[in-house]
């Protein structure tokens, strides 16, 4: 199985691609640290205040896979909130 998490950031905070750049940056280096996902940003960097986040996790059992992705999930959340950012909206498909 596999879980494709996206996550669709509004950066308050940011006021430049740089700022909007820095809050990308820790979002995906914590989730990659603390649980051990492949994290990659899924466009452009056009707009400042805007970000989607897509989280890719593998394994043979779909209720880890679940427990997984909501933990992530929160865990997004709480860094983005840290960060002058929100998560507006999330959603999971399994594979």
Known sequence: MIAFLTLELHIEAAQSIKDRRQVVRSLKDRLRTSFNVSVAELDA?????????????????RDYLDGLMKNVERAATRIANNHGADVADSFVEYF
């Not at 205040?49 to 996790?57: E, L, Q």
């Open 45 to 61: 960097a056009e707009l400042w205040n805007r970000a989607t986040i897509g989280v890719v996790s593998v394994s043979s059992s």
